[in-house]
Every structure is written in structure tokens, then in C-alpha cells.
């Protein structure tokens, strides 16, 4: 067998051989004349069979046939043309190069030959190059699509993203079919979203869904785009109008999952629970996530009751469960149900990892501070300060603690008490995240106490630190009022109502200051301040009192 196969390989090797021989004599000895005769009868019938051989795609043929041929007539154009395209088509693009090259020495229009050397740029990558050459191509065949389509592509590998969507529109009007049209206006779409022209990225989404309404990838990409430009309304719509086609379990997934996300995005969470609904009954969707979510709707929707059924029902499910129980200790929170939220936090200590007990310390911590402001807030103060105490045992550094410690000591009128809290407060509050209400709580207090000059101090600080704080501004006001430099109260009283137009204590105290000097702007400043608040008494009786004097 092996040597049958051998006999095969030397017949076809000398069949090969005596071939090109034949052919090499047909350019030498064709016509048997004169060597005049002879050179005009090569010129005659060359240029016919390179084209034969090429059209056979005998590329080395043809390479070794025009070579010996231009040897001996180096200006025939068109078989050097021949001899670029077999070399391009033999994958040898220097030499196609070099052929291109000799061409348009002699003939630098030929469109052809710049054709050739911009395919033989772009098979060796270097775009710049055949962007150029396909330009000068494109002047002269401005019809041909996959000239256009070249150099479109050519524009959009180099990052010329403008000029590579005016070829494709160009490209677009040339299309006869629907289907061709349709692809370019999808790359159209792409490009013009990547340099953020929105309408034009709009416009071509909706000529390709004109030829193919319901093609699913195309109405993704588009809703994808209303997302971007916060169009949510019309993205949900879009959405909406997929499911009256989309029936693949994948897609499904993926519409329902971002019409929840819409949804939750806009505040509505009657359809957010409704569309996960629909998700639990979609192949393949995550059941435990989309219950976890349907039951933190229920109590955004403060429907704490059926968000805490579910939540205490996945707890059970899940083998280990710490953030769903981490979920359902902040709704038992919410719903001051503290004892229960411990009971919770408890349970997770004893299973707990260390990284995950220091999140439960954490947390506890915060609790007890919730439950004791609580507790504060119904004057049970000796709850209150117990809570704050057993905070301390989850996180003695929370500056929380101290700042309601100082609260309470406030209210209970021991200012040393609580000027010691507040300073702990300032101490531990590394980030300075909470800096100014404690340094204005510290303030309130040494101003209890007589301490005008810690007074000053503390609200000096506080300015230092934010200079557009509404409260610290009016208690400076204050000051100054109390030290008769009216001057300064005003500018500082003026400043808070800027900074919170709401802040009506400051309107009030800089209507008593107009009183003196500038009794309409006192009227003006009463009757804001009634508009704001009909009941404040104060104001009331100020204008009241404005009133009777102008009488009189």
C-alpha cells in the first residue's frame, strides 16, 4: 500500500513539473518565429492564461508563470496585477506588497492595485495603512457595499466611531434585503450608544425592530438603553411588551428579574412583589432570593406582619441562614419588638464565626442605642441608661452610646453629666461622622452651666468643622444677641434661615432683632413664619403686639 502511494506522489510531482514546463515554454517558443514575433505573440496571450490559472486558483502557477514573464516585459500592468492578487491569495502579503508597489509607481490611480494593498494592510493589521488605501478606493466606488463595508469596519477598529457610522449609514442605503439592512442598523445602534448619541442609537434600534419587532436581543439592548437614560416608564413598557412573545425560560428570567429591579427603582412595590410572583414560577429562577425579596417589599410597605412570616420561614429553610435572621432582627426592630431582634442575634452567636460575631456585636450594640433612644423618648430614663449600658458590652467605642447617655443627662438637668458624655462622644468619633450634633449638644450644655467661654469654644469648633450648619449659626445668633452685638446676631441669624429656610426658631429670633430698627421686616418675617406654622404662639403674639403699637 505505502508504495502505491509513493508511485502516486512521483507521477503527480512530474505531472506538476512537466506542466510548468509546457507553460514556461509556451512564454519562450509560442508561435516558433522571430524573437519580435515571439515576444508580440507572449504579450498576445499571457494576460489570458494567468487569468485561467488564477480563476483555478492555481496561485503558485500563476506567481511562477507571471514572474518569468515580467522578467523579460516588467511594464505589463495588468499580469503584475495577477501576480499581487495570487501572491494575497497565497497568504505572502509582503510580496503582494512589494507588487503593489511597482504598480502604482507607474499608475497611482489604479483602484484596483490600491484594493489589493489594503486588503494585504489589513491581513497584517496595520489598519492605519489600509484605512488610507480603502479611502481612495471608496472615492471611486462609493456603490460597491463591501468596499463601504470594509472601510466601515476599518473605521471601527481603529476607534474612529464617527466616521464608522457615516460609512454604515452609507452601507444601510445600500442594502437591497430587509435582514441586511437589520444587521447594519444593529452595529448603527452599538456606535452611536458608545459615543452617547441616545436618539441616534434610539432611531436605529427602531429601524431594525420596524424589520424584526420581536427580536428579543435587539428589545433587551433597547430597554438596557432607556435604563441608562433613567427612562424607566418606557423601559418597563418595553419590557412588558416582551413578554406577549419571549418564551425562552432564560430570557423569562432576565425580563421579570429587571422589571422587579425597575420597580423597586421607582418606589413601586406593589408591582415589584407582583412581578416576583411571576419569577417564583419561571424555570430556573432563585426561589430563596426572590422570597427574601418579596419579603423586604412587604415591609418597605410596612406590611411588617407578612414580611416576618416569610423571612421566619426561610430562616427555617436555610441550613444556615445569618443574613436572612440578620433581616428578620432589623424587622423585629422596626417593629420595636427588641426582645424578639435579641432572640434572633443570640441564636446566630451561638454558630457564629468570628468574622460573623463581631457583625452581630455590631449589631446588638445599635439595637440597644435604638431601644434606649425608645425608651427616652417615653422618659423612662433609667431603661434607657441600662440599654445604653448593655450597648457597651457589644461595642464600648460606638460614640452613639454617649451621645444619648449625654441626651439623658440633659433632660435630667445634670449639664456636668452631660458635657462629660458629649466630650466621650467627640472622643470616639474617629471619623468625625457625627462631630457637629455632639459639638452643638456640648455647647446647649455648658451654656446651662454659665460656661460662656466653653460655649463659644464648642460652637467655634462646630463652625470650623462645617461652616453652613443651620444650628450652630443660630446658636452663635444667640450669643451674640445675649452679648447685645446685634450686628453679628443677624449676619449669623441670616445665615441659618439660608442654610434651612425651615428653621424657624432663627426667623423668630431675627424678627425681635428687626423690631428695634426695622419693624416691617419683623411683620414680614411674623407672617412667614405663620405660614409655616399657624400655631406658633410666639409669632402670633409678636405680630399681635406690632399691630396695636402702629395703631396707637
Known amino acids: 500500500m505505502s508504495e502505491t502511494n509513493i508511485i502516486i506522489i512521483v507521477v503527480a510531482f512530474v505531472v506538476a513539473v512537466l506542466a510548468i514546463y509546457i507553460l514556461y515554454s509556451i512564454i519562450l517558443y509560442q508561435g516558433g518565429g522571430s524573437k519580435g514575433d515571439e515576444l508580440q505573440l507572449s504579450t498576445k496571450n499571457i494576460l489570458d492564461q494567468v487569468e485561467v490559472l488564477f480563476e483555478k486558483k492555481e496561485y503558485a502557477l500563476v506567481q511562477l508563470l507571471a514572474t518569468k514573464y515580467l522578467d523579460r516585459v516588467p511594464g505589463h500592468i495588468e499580469v503584475r496585477i495577477y501576480l499581487a492578487r495570487a501572491y494575497y491569495e497565497d497568504r505572502k502579503y509582503n510580496q503582494a506588497v512589494k507588487q503593489c508597489s511597482i504598480i502604482l509607481k ?33 472615492e471611486h466606488k462609493k456603490n460597491d457595499k463591501n468596499v463601504v463595508r470594509t472601510l466601515a469596519e476599518l473605521y471601527k477598529q481603529t476607534d474612529q466611531l464617527y466616521s464608522a457610522i457615516s460609512a454604515y449609514e452609507i452601507l444601510s442605503d445600500l442594502m437591497e434585503l430587509d435582514e441586511d439592512v437589520a444587521d447594519v442598523q444593529s452595529i448603527l445602534a452599538e456606535l452611536n450608544e458608545e459615543v452617547h448619541d441616545y436618539p ?12 424584526y419587532p420581536n427580536d428579543v436581543n435587539t428589545n433587551r439592548k433597547l430597554t438596557e438603553l432607556y435604563i441608562k437614560i433613567k427612562n424607566y416608564p418606557v423601559a418597563i413598557e418595553t419590557l412588558q411588551y416582551m413578554l406577549t412573545f419571549v418564551t425562552e425560560a432564560k430570557v423569562l428570567l432576565w425580563v421579570y428579574d429587571t422589571l422587579v429591579t425597575l420597580y423597586v427603582e421607582t418606589e413601586d ?43 421566619e420561614d426561610l430562616a427555617m429553610m436555610s441550613q444556615n441562614g445569618f443574613d436572612v435572621t440578620l433581616e428578620l432582627a432589623d424587622a423585629y426592630i422596626q417593629t420595636r419588638e427588641y426582645s424578639k431582634a435579641m432572640e434572633k442575634y443570640m441564636l446566630l452567636l451561638d454558630k457564629a464565626t468570628p468574622k460573623e460575631a463581631k457583625t452581630i456585636n455590631l449589631l446588638m450594640c445599635e439595637m440597644y442605642i435604638r431601644w434606649a433612644v425608645d425608651m427616652a423618648e417615653q422618659d423612662k430614663l433609667d431603661e ?35 458635657v462629660e458624655a458629649s466630650n466621650q462622644a467627640i472622643e470616639y468619633d474617629k471619623q468625625n461622622t457625627y462631630k457637629a450634633k455632639y459639638l452643638l449638644l456640648l455647647s446647649e450644655a455648658h451654656h446651662q452651666l454659665g460656661n460662656f467661654f466653653e460655649e463659644k469654644k464648642a460652637l467655634t469648633d462646630l463652625l470650623k468643622f462645617d461652616e453652613k450648619d443651620p444650628q450652630g449659626l443660630y446658636r452663635v445668633g444667640l450669643m451674640y444677641a445675649a452679648q447685645h452685638d446685634f450686628k453679628n446676631a ?63
Do not use: H, W
Open 490 to 552: 443677624e449676619e449669623a441669624f441670616k445665615k441659618a434661615i439660608v442654610y434651612n429656610p425651615e428653621l424657624i426658631p432663627a426667623k423668630y429670633n431675627l424678627a425681635l432683632l428687626y423690631e428695634n430698627n426695622n419693624r416691617e421686616k419683623a411683620k414680614s418675617l411674623y407672617m412667614e413664619i405663620l405660614e409655616q406654622d399657624p400655631a406658633y404662639e410666639d409669632a402670633k403674639n409678636a405680630l399681635a403686639d406690632l399691630s396695636t403699637s402702629d395703631f396707637y
Open 384 to 418: 434607657s441608661f441600662e440599654y445604653l449600658k448593655n450597648a457597651t458590652q457589644y461595642n464600648a467605642l460606638n460614640s452613639e452610646i454617649y451621645y444619648n447617655v449625654a441626651k439623658n443627662y440633659y433632660k435630667q438637668k445634670n449639664y456636668t453629666g452631660c
Open 106 to 138: 507607474k499608475k497611482s490611480n489604479s483602484v484596483e492595485t490600491r484594493q489589493i494593498l489594503g486588503d494585504c494592510y489589513l491581513k497584517k493589521q496595520l489598519y492605519t495603512k489600509a484605512v488610507k488605501e480603502y479611502e481612495f478606493v471608496f
Open 200 to 211: 441616534a442609537a434610539f432611531e436605529a434600534y427602531k429601524t431594525r425592530l420596524g424589520i
Open 269 to 311: 412595590y406593589e408591582k415589584a412583589i407582583e412581578y416576583s410572583e411571576k419569577l417564583l414560577d419561571i424555570q430556573g429562577s432563585d426561589k430563596f432570593k426572590v422570597r427574601n425579596n418579596i419579603a423586604a417589599f412587604n415591609i418597605k410597605l410596612n406590611r411588617m406582619g407578612e414580611g416576618i412570616a416569610i423571612l
